[in-house]
């Protein structure tokens, strides 16, 4: 076996952060992958597979933000040890000497305290490995890296990783200006999986803003590759295999599929949120997929149900107080009493109050974090008349606060 064939088939360490509250998800795509060692963490999934199931990790895992693979794990006590350890890594098989680096380090409970010292020393040491060998050194590059590595540092552990993604993998290409209130691509795909819809009956956003939610939905309905439209760090390391990656790449193209047997709809009564709808629509090329309407909840004409509702309707900490936003609540909950009977609706709230206004009780509770806020994505059963007749009535004000459901639940 030739070097190249020997490093494709080594089997590597990797890990996949995401957002906190979406690990289970991310373990559940990992598996659809046939990773093996899938152990999800808080805030990520460390699995174990080949250079091959790296690459398809980015191209394919829709819920997580980056794939690192591991390429140091070894004990460190201070400065001298961690640059020695950083030294002993073959850093020239990711990196070209004209090439750019940069380190995000991240230092917890050791004898090293500050992780900008730590990423300076473990830089120094990289930059040294390449003078000793060609008499010159990369340059450091914070903004776009040929090589990203991600140091952390942990109880005198120190673990060094390859971004192999680069920029975040929620950034999915599509997406053509950045908005005032968008909903990460990647939670919203994530919620999307979270929410069991079965990706064969109709999927509506009623205040679809941007659009997210429905075109992550159409890329998962369609079985589209969530990294098809953009480029990955790993295609510009010199280890990179073109031939394996363009086999998955084509692979990926010709899963997709170009119509789909159901509607997904999103509405906003903005136009001007319809507007950018439209365009990431067009940018992500599923616009055959994906219906858009301009109106209020109020007069939306929702398909004939069955359908499921995900939406992520304004709770005011990012749109500022000045919404009327008890209004646009209780106008989804007329949609989901009159107009959505026999349907499942999924509600991202981050405000506790808010979601007492729809007059439902949510059956299931799964904990997410956007961002720094502290979020729900709340499930409502909507009965039929005949199924409501028959079950227990609930209370208006149902969604009290209740023990965080374990998103390993959902
Ligand atoms: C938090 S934003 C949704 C963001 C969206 N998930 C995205 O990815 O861009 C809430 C959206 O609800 C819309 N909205 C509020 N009240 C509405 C109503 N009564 N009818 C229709 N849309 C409404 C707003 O125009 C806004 O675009």
């Given at each position: 076996m030739n070097d190249g064939a020997a490093d494709a088939a080594a089997t590597h360490d990797y890990f996949a952060p995401c957002t906190l509250g979406l690990e289970a998800i991310v373990a559940e795509e990992l598996a659809a992958l046939r990773a093996s060692s899938i152990e999800p963490r808080r805030g990520g999934v460390a699995f174990r597979g080949d250079r091959r199931l790296g690459y398809a990790a980015n191209l394919w895992l829709r819920a997580a933000v980056r794939v690192q693979q591991r390429v140091l794990d070894v004990p460190v006590r201070g400065k001298e040890e961690l640059y020695a350890a950083v030294s002993s890594v073959e850093w020239e098989r990711w990196l070209d000497v004209d090439g750019t680096l940069a380190i995000d380090g991240s230092v917890r409970d050791s004898t090293i305290t500050h992780s900008g010292f730590a990423a300076l020393t473990a830089k120094d040491a990289i930059c040294d490995r390449f003078r000793r060998a060609t008499g010159r050194r990369p340059s450091v590059d914070t903004v776009a890296p040929r090589l990203p590595i991600k140091l952390v540092l942990q109880r005198d552990r120190l673990q060094l990783y390859l971004n192999l993604s680069g920029e975040s993998l929620h950034k999915r290409g599509w997406r053509p200006i950045q908005v005032k209130s968008p909903l990460n691509e990647a939670i919203a795909a994530g919620l999307l999986l979270a929410s069991g819809w079965d990706r064969k009956s109709a999927l509506v956003d009623p205040m679809c803003g941007s659009g997210t939610f429905v075109v992550e939905a159409a890329c998962l309905a369609a079985d589209r590759?969530?990294?098809?439209?953009r480029r990955f760090a790993f295609e510009q390391f010199p280890d990179f295999d073109a031939r394996a990656w363009s086999i998955l790449r084509a692979d990926a193209g010709e899963r997709a599929q170009r119509s789909l047997p159901f509607p997904i709809l999103g509405a906003d009564r903005h136009p001007g949120a319809i507007e950018l709808a439209k365009r990431s629509v067009r940018a992500a090329q599923v616009e055959g997929l994906v219906e858009l309407r301009c109106c209020d909840v109020e007069t939306l004409e929702p398909p004939p149900p069955p359908f499921t509702l995900v939406t992520n309707p304004p709770w005011g900490e990012r749109l500022g107080e000045g919404e009327d936003l008890r209004a646009s609540w209780e106008a989804l909950g007329h949609l989901l009493h009159r107009r959505a009977r026999g349907c499942t609706a999924w509600v991202l709230s981050g405000n506790a109050e808010l979601p007492r206004l729809l007059g439902l009780k949510a059956r299931r509770k799964f904990p997410v974090m956007d961002g720094p806020i502290e979020c729900r994505f709340l499930r409502y059963d909507v009965f039929t008349t005949a199924e409501a007749d028959q079950a227990p009535s609930s209370p208006p004000s149902s969604s009290s606060p209740s023990p965080p459901a374990s998103p390993s639940s959902a």
């Open positions: 590759a969530p990294g098809l439209l």
